[in-house]
């Protein structure tokens, strides 16, 4: 399951760093989702690239990307394919158009991670034309390679976010989002014999530090130079900031299930051969004061478009172990062909101010057990209370059975044949009440003993 990592980048720059499920990645094939490798003779390093037939997706392509061109990175040039001739033709140091794409044979599967850089409501490039966001991976001679280098400019336009991320009373509604291979995967899958994976193309065949990092760094262009067409960049760092190349938490994961015990939802934390309680407590046994964010968006389908109708946030500080019962309200219960629960767990340490945060969600189709009204059973509109009376039969003799041991040939009925010809008929009423005007009697019962003596009859 991919979980995220939210760290501050800068005022108004949150950078949400999202890895892939370390059991079942995102994976991208090379021969549908093809890689260039760009060498910079300026740092020594390489730069990586989707090709822009898959820029849509992937995001990371070499059109919207800036490279340094000296060693001290305090220069950087535009990467613009739309120029007459792209710049890494024109420059000698970097490697030329013809040259960028890699073959792989047989076609790699690779796995990729995430990046979504938020914006601050309102958000302004204050002193610069924009800011290029660099995903920095160390070789094995300390030469930091670029998985991606993002020339954001203040004219382009980032992505309007329908769930704002809300963190520390600042509300980022907007964002931009590329992928990057996975350090991860990458590293794992080096093999200095191999030619043919991607770590070994990045690398060179140098291969990764032992324990590899991911650095994320945000520089500012503050000067923009053009001159024979290129747009030159002159840049100050804003911040840097390291992250593990894999998600240290990956036995949590957020968890939303279906109640067994009622109509309502369980959301809670859930940790692989732990309790997410111990786990709290194993953050906050090493200098951590963690509290829990338990976010809740729920969207209703209506025809093809998911509308969001709801978000509550419940604020956990102890018994971790007990879930939070949720009961949704489906506004459009009447319409709606199904509904979801998105569900963001957000564990928040106030000691640092960092975050870890898993995702979880629940899709149902049982639109009308939630919705405004809960479900009733129609009586009718009058419905009938019937009147149930015990009453004793009659005291004349006439339902008295005589069993005369037979007339002529015909045998007497026993006991069980007189049961058997009884006819029992139910009816069946909507309701009664078993208590009304009941009276009970007692009467004395006469027995009569008929015999027949020589013709004479007695009693």
Not at 315 to 333: A, E, G, V
Request: net charge negative; hydrophobic share 35%.
């Amino acid at each position: 399951m991919e979980s995220s990592k939210f760290l501050q980048l800068a005022d108004g720059i949150l950078l949400e760093y999202v890895y892939t499920s370390q059991s079942d990645p995102t994976e991208f094939n090379t021969a549908t989702h093809p890689i260039e490798i760009m060498r910079d003779g300026y740092t020594n390093g390489s730069y990586l690239f989707n090709t822009d037939s898959v820029s849509a997706e992937m995001g990371n392509y070499r059109d919207i990307s800036a490279a340094s061109i000296n060693q001290n990175n305090t220069q950087y040039v535009y990467l613009d394919t739309d120029v007459g001739v792209p710049y890494n033709d024109f420059d000698p140091e970097l490697t030329d158009s013809a040259n960028l794409l890699q073959t792989f044979s047989p076609q790699q599967n690779i796995a990729y991670d995430k990046i979504r850089v938020h914006f601050i409501s309102g958000f302004t490039f204050t002193g610069y034309d924009g800011i290029i966001f660099e995903t920095l991976v160390p070789r094995r001679d300390n030469v930091m390679l670029n998985l991606s280098s993002i020339n954001f400019l203040k004219t382009d336009t980032p992505v309007f976010n329908p769930d704002p991320v809300l963190i520390n009373d600042k509300l980022y509604a907007t964002y931009i989002e590329w992928r990057v291979p996975s350090l991860y995967f990458m590293n794992n899958d080096f093999n200095s014999a191999v030619s043919n994976g991607l770590g070994y193309r990045l690398t060179e065949g140098q291969g990764f530090l032992s324990t590899p990092t991911i650095t994320f760094r945000a520089t500012g262009i503050y000067e923009t130079i053009v001159d024979n067409g290129y747009d030159y960049y002159n840049v100050e760092e804003i911040n840097a900031i390291t992250l593990p190349s894999r998600d240290v938490y990956d036995n949590l994961y957020a968890s939303v299930t279906e109640s067994d015990s009622g109509d309502y939802f369980e959301l809670t934390g859930e940790v692989l051969g732990s309790t997410f309680e111990n786990f709290i407590n194993t953050l906050n046994s090493s200098g951590g004061d963690y509290v829990v964010f338990h976010e809740i968006n729920v969207s209703e389908q209506i025809n093809t478009t998911f509308v969001k109708t709801s978000t509550q946030v419940f604020t956990q500080t102890s018994d971790f172990n007990s879930p939070i019962l949720f009961r949704p309200i489906i506004l459009n219960s009447a319409i709606a062909t199904s509904f979801s629960i998105n569900y963001l767990l957000r564990l928040y340490n106030r000691a640092d101010n960092t975050q870890i945060v898993k995702v979880a969600k629940l899709t149902s189709f049982d639109v009308n057990k939630y919705g405004r009204r809960l479900m009733k059973i129609n009586l009718g509109v009058v419905p009938t209370v019937a009147n149930v009376y015990n009453q004793i039969a009659v005291d004349d003799g006439s339902k008295i059975i005589v069993n005369n041991g037979g007339a002529g040939n015909a045998p007497g009925q026993t006991t069980q044949q007189i049961v058997e010809q009884l006819v029992v008929k139910n009816k069946y009423v909507t309701s009664f009440r078993d208590r009304l005007n009941v009276k009970a009697a007692i009467s004395p019962a006469k027995i009569q003993t008929i015999t027949e003596t020589d013709g004479n009859t007695t009693e």
